[in-house]
């Protein structure tokens, strides 16, 4: 089983309606981040978390909220998805305290937006 | 700003070698990192260098010059399985990664 896990790994929405990608992971990380992958564009950082009580935008945090319900899990919601938001989101995890740890990313969530 | 540039796509043959370039201008540098992505799968972790020089891994090499704000990503003996995606990615003052677009890598036969 993968340690870090996304579900659903495919979603097709429509337009306004509310989307919540989860995450969980085994690997007992504090450090939890979301980023969004488009064609032709690096990763960008939406959300990130330190711990639980821990809650920080990232680049491009409009359009979306997250919720840390515990340290293995990190939910990630659009509240009225638009179609802009189709993109690649992976979850990632990092070792606590390693500023410069390598991230472990889940194997992603395809949101399409109609 | 802050930017990270890479070869859109690079195509080699099996058994060759091929060499992805990273130019970056960060505020501040605190190391960079190098991901493989094979297509539809989360990238995965292959190197960091905080220090100038070059760190070989088995078929792959990592080179770096803080002064020149250049890295590259060196595989020899390419094999099929080495077609994918390759991520460089900057850690500024912040600690936060500014990740360039990837060099999609295609290996011919």
């Known amino acids: 089983d993968a340690d870090v896990t996304q579900t659903p790994r495919n979603r097709i929405t429509k337009t306004g309606k509310r989307i919540m990608l989860e995450c969980s992971q085994t690997?007992?990380?504090?450090?939890m981040y979301w980023y969004r992958q488009d064609p032709g564009l690096g990763l960008r950082l939406i959300y990130y978390s330190f711990d639980v009580k821990d809650i920080n935008k990232g680049e491009i945090s409009d359009g979306y909220s997250v919720s840390r319900q515990a340290q293995a899990k990190f939910s990630l919601s659009l509240e009225s998805a638009i179609p802009n938001q189709t993109a690649l989101y992976f979850c990632a995890t990092k070792e606590n305290g390693r500023e410069t740890g390598e991230l472990f990313f889940g194997e992603g969530s395809r949101l399409t937006v109609l | 700003g802050q930017n990270i540039d890479q070869p859109t796509e690079m195509t080699a043959t099996e058994g060759a070698i091929v060499q992805i370039n990273c130019t970056y201008q960060t505020s501040g540098f605190n190391g960079l990192f190098w991901y493989q992505q094979h297509a539809g799968e989360a990238p995965t972790f292959l190197s960091y260098?905080?220090l100038d020089g070059l760190e070989e891994k088995g078929r792959f090499s990592t080179f770096l010059s803080r002064s020149k704000g250049y890295s590259y990503l060196l595989l020899k003996e390419l094999q099929m399985k080495d077609s994918a995606s390759y991520l460089c990615?900057?850690?500024?003052?912040?600690?936060?990664?500014?990740w360039g677009a990837g060099t999609k890598l295609i290996i011919k036969p």
């Open positions: 260098n905080v």
């Open positions: 690997k007992g990380h504090d450090r």
């Open positions: 990615a900057v850690m500024d003052s912040n600690y936060q990664l500014i």
